[in-house]
């Protein structure tokens, strides 16, 4: 089977564990979840590297960073002009290529590929505060219009990003309490922070005070999710409506989770732990029988599973594999054993996540001093908040081993002579590990 459309949903900031498909206990997601229970759900969606623009470089290079060289939000390398380019191929196969996203204007070449590059935030000083109503205003009438040729179309909604300001009828949706008492403490670790005193000035002050109830911000990243749910609904309705769910295949996704208060992350997407890694990947299309699927997928495999299911030759280049053995296939066997992860945005590490295990090494000291070596158990500590890398060495040394090897590799396979984290840098990070060095000789 070869599908005729393909409409890409990338739901930016969003963890799987937040939507009711994946177990999560507040409604948070009903429109997701209804049209999930007809689809393809990956429960294990990894994603190679956080934050944004790496991720959505993987996305449609079918590339690790380590080979296409995003490796950083925020810096200054540019996709290669020999990397494979997702909506690039798909242009030159005869498909009307369509992004409703506001990634173009940076200098890494996100807009390539696409006919038609829609930017809701092109007005906006501040891009993230662009919702899914504005979003939706260019992309129904973009699918209404073009409903009868054969695209490709990429739809990026941001609204659970931070600051989370979803209208206020969304609000005390999944919260009753009050969010600025002065016995409650759960934020003071925040105000030690260097963005502490930003997100006082620029989101808590739009909410009504001084907030100190983290659970209330959670709540309202929830009511965000719920607030897009609703969006993506009325997007998916008009496939519905248009007579072309026959002919599109649909799929959900997200570049990066979000870390709400643990690991001493308040509210950002930054740390190796699966609250930023595990995101969504849903895959609908009639030709597809509803299931799941338990093996370890990521980013990398986005791009040959789009070519594949258009029939669309993958190019040798692309390191993911396409998924769509997996689709069709009941008992579909697994695309890899484990996989790799990294971030040099505001920490420089890599892990190795597999079924029942992780591990962390950190290739410099970060902001919050963590461990140089984490250790994790995820079938007895999901939230990965006990480091057992002292109490479990034979297990942490091997896959150090396998995750250096694995590094290796890739450098030697792209001739890169330096770790790559190493050679770039942190981006956004080196503010905040200045800011607090600068504290401590000051102290």
Same mark, same amino acid.
């Given at each position: 089977m070869?599908t005729?459309?393909?409409?890409? +949903?990338?739901v930016?900031t ?5 939507l009711?498909?994946?177990?999560? @206990?507040?409604?948070t @997601?009903?429109h ?14 990894? =994603?190679?590297?956080?934050?944004t623009h790496?991720?959505f470089?993987t996305?449609?290079?079918g #590339?690790?960073?380590i080979t296409?060289g +995003? ?7 540019a996709?290669p ?6 909506p690039s191929?798909? #242009?030159k /196969?005869? %498909?009307?290529t369509?992004?409703i996203?506001?990634l173009g ?6 807009? #390539?590929?696409?006919?038609? %590059? ?6 906006r ?7 899914n109503?504005?979003?939706? $205003? $260019?992309?129904?009438p973009?699918?209404?219009a073009h409903?009868?040729e054969?695209f490709?179309m990429?739809v ?5 990003h931070?600051p989370?300001l979803p209208?206020?009828? %969304?609000?005390?949706l999944f ?14 670790g925040?105000?030690d922070?260097p ?5 006082q000035?620029t989101?808590?002050?739009?909410l ?6 983290a659970? %209330?911000?959670?709540a309202?990243?929830?009511?965000e ?9 009325k997007?998916?309705?008009t ?8 002919d599109?295949?649909v799929?959900l996704t997200s570049d ?10 308040f ?7 699966d609250g930023n ?6 895959v609908r299309?009639p ?9 370890i997928v990521g980013?990398?495999d986005?791009a040959?599973?789009?070519?594949d299911l258009c ?13 769509a053995a &997996?689709?069709?296939?009941?008992g579909?066997?697994?695309?890899r ?9 505001w #920490?420089m590490?890599?892990?190795?996540r597999t $079924?029942?295990h992780?591990?962390?090494l950190?290739r ?7 461990p ?6 995820l079938?007895?500590?999901? &939230?990965e908040?006990h /480091?057992i890398?002292?109490?479990?060495p034979?297990?942490?040394?091997? &896959? ?6 694995w590094i290796?590799?890739?450098m030697?396979?792209n001739?890169? =002579?330096q ?5 770039h840098?942190i981006t956004?990070g080196k503010?905040?590990?200045?800011? $607090? ?7």
């Amino acid at each position: 089977m070869v599908t005729v459309n393909v409409l890409l +949903i990338v739901v930016d900031t969003l963890r799987a564990d937040h939507l009711g498909c994946y177990g999560y @206990s507040r409604n948070t @997601s009903p429109h997701i979840d209804e049209w999930a229970a007809g689809g393809v759900v990956f429960d294990t969606m990894i =994603a190679p590297a956080i934050p944004t623009h790496p991720s959505f470089a993987t996305m449609n290079t079918g #590339q690790y960073p380590i080979t296409h060289g +995003i490796v950083a939000h925020g810096g200054e390398r540019a996709i290669p002009r020999t990397a494979p380019w997702l909506p690039s191929l798909l #242009q030159k /196969n005869g %498909y009307t290529t369509c992004a409703i996203d506001n990634l173009g204007e940076w200098r890494f070449g996100f807009s #390539q590929g696409y006919e038609f %590059y829609i930017d809701p935030t092109r007005r906006r000083a501040l891009s993230i505060n662009c919702d899914n109503r504005e979003i939706n $205003r $260019r992309a129904i009438p973009w699918l209404k219009a073009h409903a009868k040729e054969r695209f490709f179309m990429m739809v990026h909604y941001w609204d659970p990003h931070t600051p989370y300001l979803p209208p206020r009828a %969304y609000r005390s949706l999944f919260y009753s309490g009050d969010p600025c008492a002065p016995d409650n403490h759960s934020l003071d670790g925040l105000m030690d922070h260097p963005l502490g005193r930003a997100w006082q000035e620029t989101w808590f002050n739009k909410l009504g005070g001084r907030i100190t109830d983290a659970s %209330y911000l959670e709540a309202l990243y929830d009511a965000e999710i719920r607030f897009c749910d609703d969006g993506i609904a009325k997007l998916l309705k008009t496939v519905e409506s248009l007579g072309i769910a026959e002919d599109t295949a649909v799929i959900l996704t997200s570049d990066h989770g979000e870390l709400m208060f643990r690991h001493k992350v308040f509210f950002d997407h930054h740390g190796l732990y699966d609250g930023n890694l595990h995101v969504p990947l849903i895959v609908r299309h009639p030709g597809f029988a509803p299931k799941r699927v338990p093996h370890i997928v990521g980013h990398m495999d986005l791009a040959p599973t789009v070519l594949d299911l258009c029939g669309v030759p993958i190019p040798g280049t692309m390191e993911g594999e396409s998924l769509a053995a &997996m689709l069709r296939e009941d008992g579909a066997k697994p695309v890899r054993e484990y996989t790799v992860s990294q971030e040099c945005t505001w #920490q420089m590490k890599w892990s190795l996540r597999t $079924r029942t295990h992780k591990f962390i090494l950190a290739r410099e000291d970060d902001f919050y001093r963590t461990p140089s070596r984490e250790l994790y158990d995820l079938a007895t500590d999901p &939230m990965e908040l006990h /480091n057992i890398a002292e109490t479990e060495p034979d297990t942490a040394r091997a &896959m150090e081993r396998t995750l250096e090897s694995w590094i290796a590799e890739k450098m030697a396979r792209n001739g890169l =002579a330096q770790d790559p984290l190493v050679a770039h840098g942190i981006t956004l990070g080196k503010a905040w590990k200045d800011h $607090r060095d600068n504290t401590a000789r000051a102290g």
